[in-house]
């Protein structure tokens, strides 16, 4: 329960003791599926904070209406319907990021981080401490994706946000923006983070 802990700790505690990327190893599909790119991963990452911090505020106020039996269908039809922004918004202002994250925009809506937070979390505390959890997750699953990105992008293509700073002809680890570099690199910096986040 958030009254254990301080605002600070709450939203901390997701940004680095409970990284849902690193430590949870929580919304493995899009993390590995989106992060071909820096810029794909932050993306990817601002839209589920957008979802996780609209259902967390919405279920922390609602609770108390929604019968227990129907709990886990009515916050899916919560983070559905923001889901549904973000899609549409998506398309119609950004649609190269639209078309670059495809099918994995809708898989917002079964990421288990946020109904994870719904569940274990917004269901059971305040509007407040649920605000925090939500940015702590959201910003903590936002940087894990944009530094994964980042790394495979580096690797992989040589460039940083479309900034390429070396030559076309330069040999790159091309394994590094497929598949099986996603695993590879979110292997080694899960390691780095959690041996940062232990001497801490």
Sequence with gaps: MAENLTHKENFFKGIIKDNPVFVMLLGMCPTLGVTSSAFNGLGMGVATLFVLLMSNIVVSLIKSQIPSKVRIPA????????VTIVEMVLEAYIPFLFEQL????PLIVVNCLILGRAEAFASKNNLLSSIVDALGMGIG???????????????GSGSLFDFRFVSEDANTLLLFILPPGAFIALAYLSVLFNKISKTN
Excluded: C, D, P, Q
């Design 75 to 82: 916050f899916i039809i919560i983070i559905a319907s923001f």
């Design 102 to 105: 495809g099918i994995f925009i």
């Design 141 to 155: 699953f936002t940087i894990a994706l944009t530094a994964l990105g980042a790394v495979r992008e580096i690797l």
